[in-house]
């Protein structure tokens, strides 16, 4: 099963940009879909968006549309999260998870077979 690695977290100024990286043991890394969620204090994980086995099929949540974009190496056995225009409300641990599937992918949390550890987004003056 895939051991899922998170990096890239830190602290942000509003208008600022992070990338975070998920790295996977798994040497089959296109044969999963990748999901990243991030989860706030006091409030429930929410998806942000995920991405196909090939990479040729992406989704982003629609309120982070045009910010948030989502691209995988497979040769490199990482997927990334580019994260621009950050706002406080980001502020969040972001996780990706992993399911193996021939389906493009899903942003429900629910389908994901293997999650990471998380990486903490810290956006503020």
């Known amino acids: 099963q895939p051991h899922l690695v998170e990096s890239g977290g830190g602290v942000s100024q509003p208008g600022g940009s992070l990338t975070l990286s998920c790295v996977t043991s798994e040497r089959t890394l296109d044969q999963y879909s990748v999901g990243w969620f991030r989860q706030a204090p006091g409030k429930e994980r929410e998806p942000v968006g995920c991405i196909s086995r090939s990479g040729q099929f992406t989704d982003v949540v629609q309120a982070e549309m045009g910010r948030f974009t989502i691209l995988r190496d497979n040769a490199r056995r990482k997927v990334f999260l580019l994260l621009t225009s950050l706002k406080p409300e980001d502020t969040a641990v972001y996780s990706c998870?992993?399911?193996?599937?021939?389906?493009?992918?899903?942003?429900?949390?629910?389908?994901?077979?293997?999650w990471g550890q998380g990486t903490q987004v810290t956006v503020s003056t």
């Open positions: 998870s992993a399911v193996p599937t021939d389906y493009k992918c899903s942003l429900n949390s629910a389908v994901y077979d293997y």
